[in-house]
């Protein structure tokens, strides 16, 4: 089945030591997203990627950044965790085709900061 | 700017009752509209999306939804929960921006609790 996978499932750090959580599609859509979703929040957008144009959320903090090498990948750094930063990434995928806005999940990557 | 208004954070129903979940969105453009399921620790589902056509959308595990344009509503409904609607679930709303492609705005998201 055509799905949204993210690597790995539950990461924990250390406060400051850099992440990367991965997230791959077999969708062949043209959209990627990255979300944080906080205990009992709705998902705030960070970024996307509309191909490979990238196009940051205003108020997305400069220690996020994310990568996409190719149609299939797109990974999500963050530089220097805060305690903050603790939450559920979620990654998600749109055809632009479409254009209805339709949204494709993965399960989640839940970060733990210590 | 849209926005999306779910009054109820929490909602506990019986187990085979009726449930009602409640969206609100405003827009000055026409919208898309979705329901999206969240199971503890796990990504988002869609339940059910209104794109154009008959106001009244059904959608997975008996879930049914209208769209409401004069009252800018979409309301989530079931007529008999089940102990595995346990979830939290989204509206969003999709609008096309100025860079030609949907923005989707959630919800703070409803709790939903059935109890047995």
């Known amino acids: 089945d055509a799905m949204v996978i993210q690597n790995p499932r539950y990461q924990v750090t250390q406060f400051g030591k850099p992440v990367t959580l991965s997230c791959s599609q077999t969708?062949?859509?043209?959209?990627m997203y990255w979300y944080q979703q906080k205990s009992s929040q709705a998902p705030k957008l960070l970024f996307h990627?509309?191909?490979?144009?990238?196009?940051n959320e205003a108020d997305t903090p400069d220690n996020f950044q994310s990568r996409r090498p190719n149609t299939s990948f797109c990974f999500l750094d963050i530089r220097s965790p805060g305690l903050g930063d603790a939450a559920m990434y979620l990654c998600?995928?749109?055809?632009?085709?479409?254009?209805?806005?339709?949204?494709?999940f993965g399960e989640g990557s839940r970060l733990t900061v210590l | 700017a849209q926005s999306v208004t779910q009054l109820d954070s929490q909602v506990p129903v019986f187990e085979e009752a009726p449930v009602e979940l409640r969206c609100n969105y405003s827009?000055?453009?026409?919208?898309?509209l979705f329901w999206y399921v969240q199971y503890p620790n796990q990504g988002l589902q869609l339940l059910l999306k209104?794109?154009?056509?008959?106001?009244l959308v059904k959608g997975i595990n008996g879930f049914e939804a209208e769209f409401n344009k004069s009252q800018t509503s979409f309301h989530l409904r079931k007529p008999s929960v089940h102990i595995s609607d346990t979830a939290e679930y989204f509206c969003?709303?999709?609008?096309?921006?100025?860079?030609?492609?949907?923005?989707?705005?959630f919800g703070t998201g409803t709790k939903l609790q059935v109890i047995p």
């Open positions: 998600a995928t749109s055809r632009v085709a479409g254009r209805t806005g339709e949204l494709f």
């Open positions: 969708l062949n859509h043209n959209v």
């Open positions: 990627y509309y191909d490979k144009d990238f196009n």
């Open positions: 827009s000055s453009v026409s919208v898309y």
């Open positions: 209104y794109l154009s056509g008959s106001t």
């Open positions: 969003a709303v999709s609008v096309r921006n100025s860079g030609g492609y949907q923005k989707v705005t």
